[in-house]
């Protein structure tokens, strides 16, 4: 494999968010204060986290977005352009601020978090119909991933530009919101964590032997699905067989902010480098472990060396 994916490249369609992350022993209760122990300020929002992981791994990313004509917006821009992601696509709204993340972290290293959209849903389906398929007659991406922190009419956008255009689309329900199913229909795979599972199918999915079943019912209304299931790795299917691939254990579980895109961008790049999925959900999984053993989303994503993914002679191996 090349220092690409080697298939023109991968588009993401998403948010960008300034991450506040504060650092608190446990959840307040209701009427309660807590005292943190610390607050940083860092990059985030799943589309950028995403776009951040695949260059992470070498990819060759164009992200597309909104952000604030703000500090934030700019730092944002900044950080991409550094990772080394095409974010010529990334338009700056003149009013409006950039969108936000307050993340709170435990000291067991769960988290929860309150995003306020701003900008992100000032990007317009007219848009991005244009831009994702000018990105793939000008470079050749054959692979679309989008999330589910924009509008809903965003996610339609970039799923039938992409699906017309002949690239494959690959779709985030993260956080859940309802998709038609003619839309769920183009994915491969759809990515989803148990509780967007549950929302998808009405029932709880929790663990690995119910994700497996969710994986039985899903991979029946799209091209292929993945379910993660946190510590127990991720559970997948296509047309043909199901599986589960197990999350080795971490040295320390840190802070899991931003895990599930780690694990979206590995995915991403070795299904855009021709892999089958069990390969790529394979190192989803090592990517996503690494990425809790640090704190916040961006600055914890692994290269290809850090998941196994590069030969001592500094080559991208293509085998798992």
């Given amino acids: ?16 968010n300034q ?10 209760g209701p009427g309660e204060t ?21 260059a992470r791994m070498r990819a060759d990313v164009s992200f597309v977005g909104s952000v604030g004509d703000d500090a934030d917006g700019a730092q944002l821009i900044r950080e991409l352009r550094s990772e080394g992601v095409d974010a010529t696509n990334v338009e ?65 956008a970039a799923i039938t530009a992409a699906a017309g255009a002949g690239a494959r689309v690959i779709l985030n329900l993260a956080p859940y919101q309802p998709v038609a199913p003619e839309l769920l229909a183009q994915c491969d795979p759809l990515v989803v964590n148990e509780a967007e599972a549950s929302g998808l199918l009405g029932w709880e999915v929790r663990g690995a032997a119910a994700a497996l079943r969710a994986v039985e019912d899903l991979r029946h209304r799209t091209r292929s699905v993945v379910v993660t299931v946190g510590a127990e790795g991720a559970c997948w299917g296509d047309a043909d067989r199901v599986g589960h691939v197990p999350a080795p254990v ?39 472990t690494f990425a809790v053993q640090s704190p916040g989303a961006q600055s ?8 196994g993914l590069e030969s001592a002679e500094g080559q991208v191996v293509t085998g798992a």
Avoid: C, H
Wanted: zero cysteines; a negative charge; aromatic letters at 4%.
């Fill in 34 to 54: 807590v005292l943190a122990s610390g607050l940083l300020q860092q990059p985030g929002g799943k589309g950028a986290n995403q776009a951040v992981a695949m």
């Fill in 19 to 28: 991450d506040y992350i504060v650092r608190v022993p446990v959840p307040a």
């Fill in 300 to 307: 914890s994503y692994p290269s290809p060396a850090d998941i």
């Fill in 92 to 156: 700056i709204i003149s009013r409006g601020r950039t969108g936000l993340a307050l993340v709170l972290v435990y000291d067991s290293g769960e988290n929860s978090i309150t995003v306020v959209p701003g900008t992100n849903f000032a990007l317009t389906a007219e848009r991005v119909t244009r831009t994702v398929g000018r990105i793939i007659a000008e470079t050749g991406a054959a692979t679309m991933v989008a999330q589910a922190e924009v509008l809903p009419e965003i996610i339609t």
């Fill in 250 to 288: 971490p040295s320390a579980v840190v802070d899991t902010t931003g895990a599930g895109d780690a694990f979206v961008g590995a995915l991403a790049v070795r299904l855009a480098a021709g892999t089958g999925l069990e390969d790529a959900v394979t190192f989803g999984v090592r990517a996503g």
């Fill in 1 to 16: 494999m090349s220092n690409g994916p080697g298939t023109g490249g991968i588009i993401v369609v998403g948010s960008a």
